[in-house]
């Protein structure tokens, strides 16, 4: 799987493309580490070009949400194929992670929630 790393502002977003799969994640982990080692806190997850995850991919979103979480961070997931968000609403964790259709939409909650 392939990562590339852009920033907005504040936000830093991360365009994955490839299988998001057990031995092909490695380098998801380190992004996410070095993400939050760069002082972001607020990370949005592009999934645009992910053709396959596995529960070993899924187990790295949730790692990564987790270690984004003990820092007061952010992390939000954007442009999801009907497959991811099946097996999100399977594994039920639909409930746990913010998921937007569009980029524009993900950024704009970001801002909606400094308002408050």
């Not at 187990?59 to 949400?65: A, C, D």
């Not at 003990?70 to 497959?83: C, E, P, T």
């Not at 099946?86 to 569009?102: A, G, N, P, R, Y």
């Amino acid at each position: 799987m392939n990562i590339q790393e852009r920033k907005l502002n504040d936000i830093t977003v991360l365009d994955l493309d490839g299988t998001f799969a057990l031995g092909g994640h490695a380098n998801f982990k380190h992004q996410i580490e070095t993400t939050i080692t760069s002082g972001s806190r607020k990370l949005l997850i592009n999934l645009a070009k992910v053709s396959y995850m596995d529960s070993s991919g899924l187990g790295e979103l949730i790692s990564g949400y987790t270690q984004m979480q003990r820092v007061s961070g952010k992390m939000k997931l954007f442009n999801l194929n009907k497959r991811l968000i099946q097996l999100l609403v399977i594994t039920k964790l639909i409930t746990v992670f913010e998921t937007f259709d569009s980029e524009s939409a993900a950024i704009s909650s970001f801002t909606a929630e400094a308002k408050l």
